[in-house]
């Protein structure tokens, strides 16, 4: 391909609405534009990627019997009505009407219309299991774009979908997903996790996110560094930590104990806990105590919750525990009210909601606590013995780099920053129950499906590709989805002899296999020329010029390690080769030791 001919314009200057690397490189390069917020044109440099990692994804789901097809973006409420989402899936889900007055929605997700194409044509267990997927463009009107394509609004997603007779069957193709994704992500050559995930509440599901391992990931993930144990933070099992201070005798409550007015944050708080024994207590001598707003089914009511004073709250597991549609703070203002103190001295002690207690608590004693009124706090608390409804001792914290893995015990946490890139997700029968998607057993009885889920984002992935390779000069492709696997340039372009040489030698490396991008521009420097290749960022880069042609070698360059090596012109297609394949090694070890 002739650079001169493709539509493509380089800039220099770092776009000041661009607010991620992969973004702002991918716009510098001219490989995407802003169409409106989260909406982008794909411009034919990374279409071309797109579509590469479209046929990864392809090749990878065959080998194991799924099959593609393709559902439409528009979609009727009628179905949205039948599973429920229609009036519970929120803001995200773009809805509009046709001519006709009827509502539609632009498809966030396919459960409802492959559903609804299964339960049509499936009736016996002799047609079960059944795997389906398709590479689609999805719209999600979130809240907050950003980040160019990892969080647009329209995006592509290849979203896969399975049936099944029973939860084992389901369970065993979840597994079967699980290892194509992780050979889907290792010919990527990106450093990647299978990370285990929250999955809300629903009964019989779980599931795995896979994060592309980059700084400018949006997900903490917590990773054991002994065992496999490696978790969005959102779902981490915090372990249980001993009071550390069994021997102290067990002290009845000390009611506002310790006056100290005005000092609000926590570590301060500690070294103000002074009395005649105590100079100062340690954090962990003391509690805080947080008051939530818990929606569910269209009721709302008030939790407590308490924790060691060092430790925060896990809002996500609060919102499992009590199974709940929605779990956020209540109000700075209610919670006072509630109180009768402000913020700083609110305390659970007699204060009449149910109150959850993280484990790391169990067995604590002699704790201090905010004593609902101005400047005081309470001493000797025990939240099993002094609260009016004390509910539970239960993991409510999120764990910590540091903390001991709550799963083997002889590691601890180590952590990452993650782009969500795909997930797989056991459904079990939430969809096929309210669809009535059943299928006839042995015997004769109707059971509903037993359903999986499936999702890789597309442009997502190719965006974390580029968060994770990239230097100060621009983008760094991995072999496997580069636009183009060679640039090579003519330096003097207007000269004669170097065109040829360049003519040829893009025809032979074609002509192997290779995709060449020919920076055939006439009169530009090379300085121009260097750069743009740096920004574009394919892996391997050949010089052809009017020096090299008087020995008869170009000179070649590994984007990536930047080594430089001069060949023969009549060893071009075989260094090539060889570069390939010394790539392809290091790509499969890259994501092998993927931390
Ligand atoms: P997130 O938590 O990041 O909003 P999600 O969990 O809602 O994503 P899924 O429903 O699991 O997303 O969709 C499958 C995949 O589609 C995700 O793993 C992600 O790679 C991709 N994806 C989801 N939302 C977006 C978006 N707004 N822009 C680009 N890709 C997206
Ligand atoms: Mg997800």
């Known amino acids: 391909m002739k650079q001169s001919r ?3 314009h380089t800039y220099r200057e770092t776009p000041r609405d661009a607010d991620v690397v992969s973004q702002q490189l991918m ?12 909406i982008y044109d794909y411009l034919p440099l990374v279409l071309r990627s797109i579509r590469k990692f479209e046929n990864i994804v392809r090749e990878e789901l065959t080998k194991d019997g799924c099959q593609e097809l393709l559902m439409p973006t528009v979609q009727p409420r009628e179905l949205w009505d039948e599973s429920g989402r229609w009036q519970f899936y929120g803001k995200e889900l773009l809805r509009f009407k046709d001519r006709k007055d009827a509502d539609f929605c632009l498809g966030p997700t396919h459960e409802e219309v492959v559903t609804d194409i299964v339960r049509k044509v499936i009736t016996s267990y002799k047609q079960l299991p059944l795997n389906l997927f398709q590479i689609q463009t999805k719209f999600r009107d979130e809240v907050r774009p950003r980040f160019g394509l990892m969080r647009g609004r329209e995006f592509i997603m290849k979203d896969g979908y399975s049936f099944h007779v029973d939860d084992a069957d389901a369970d065993r193709e979840y597994w079967r997903m699980f290892e194509a994704y992780k050979r889907i992500f290792a010919r ?12 809300g509440a629903i009964g019989g599901s779980f599931t795995h996110e896979f994060h592309v391992l980059a700084s400018s990931g949006e997900d903490a993930i917590l990773s054991c560094s002994a065992c496999e144990y490696t978790s969005n933070v959102e779902k981490t099992e915090a372990p ?13 409550l000390q009611p506002a104990h310790f006056h100290t007015p005005g000092i609000v944050a926590m570590a301060d708080q500690a070294r103000a806990f002074r009395d005649e024994q105590h100079k100062g207590l340690p954090l962990d001598h003391a509690s805080k ?3 939530f707003r818990v929606a569910k089914g269209g009721a709302n009511w008030d939790v407590g919750v308490v924790l060691r004073s060092d430790h925060e709250p896990n809002v996500v597991k609060l919102k499992n525990l009590l199974a709940a549609d929605s779990v956020e703070l209540a109000p700075v203002a209610e919670a006072e009210k509630l109180a009768g103190a402000p913020s700083g001295f609110i305390g659970p002690v007699e204060l009449d909601i149910p109150i959850y207690v993280d484990r790391s608590l169990e067995g604590a004693f002699n704790l201090t606590c905010g004593a609902n009124r101005d400047g005081y706090h309470h ?7 002094d609260l009016k409804q004390f509910k539970v001792f239960t993991d409510l914290r999120m764990a910590v780099a540091g903390d001991a893995c709550a799963r083997c015990g002889n590691g601890v946490y180590e952590s990452f920053r993650g782009i969500e890139v795909g997930q797989v997700f056991k459904l079990g029968t939430k969809y096929s129950t309210t669809m009535n998607c059943n299928y006839l057993d042995e015997a004769g009885a109707s059971k509903p499906m037993v359903m999986g889920c499936y999702g890789i984002g597309i442009t997502r992935t190719i965006a974390a590709v580029i968060e994770q390779g990239n230097d100060a ?4 492709w991995p072999w496997a989805v580069a636009p183009f696997q060679v640039h090579l340039l003519s330096l003097d372009a207007a000269n004669a002899d170097v065109a040829a040489a360049a003519e040829r030698s893009e025809r032979e490396l074609e002509a192997a296999g290779f995709e060449v991008l020919h920076d055939d521009r006439e009169g530009l420097s090379p300085g121009v020329k260097f750069k743009d290749a740096d920004l574009l960022g394919m892996p391997l880069r050949i010089v052809i010029g009017a020096k090299g042609l008087k020995d008869g070698t170009a000179e070649l360059r590994d984007r990536r390690t930047k080594k430089l090596e001069r060949v023969p012109f009549d060893r071009l297609v075989s260094a090539v080769q060889e570069f390939a394949k010394t790539t392809a090694e290091s790509a499969a070890s890259v994501s092998v030791s993927s931390s």
């Open 6 to 8: 493709l539509l493509i």
């Open 379 to 385: 001493f000797g608390f025990k939240p099993d013995r």
């Open 188 to 199: 990527l050559g990106v450093k990647f996790r299978p990370v285990e995930a929250d999955s």
């Open 240 to 252: 249980k930590l001993t009071f550390p201070y069994a021997s102290e005798p067990v002290l009845a």
């Open 473 to 476: 000069d621009g983008i760094i």
């Open 289 to 291: 105590f947080y008051v």
């Open 27 to 38: 716009m510098r390069a001219g490989m995407i534009q802003r169409v409106a917020a989260g």
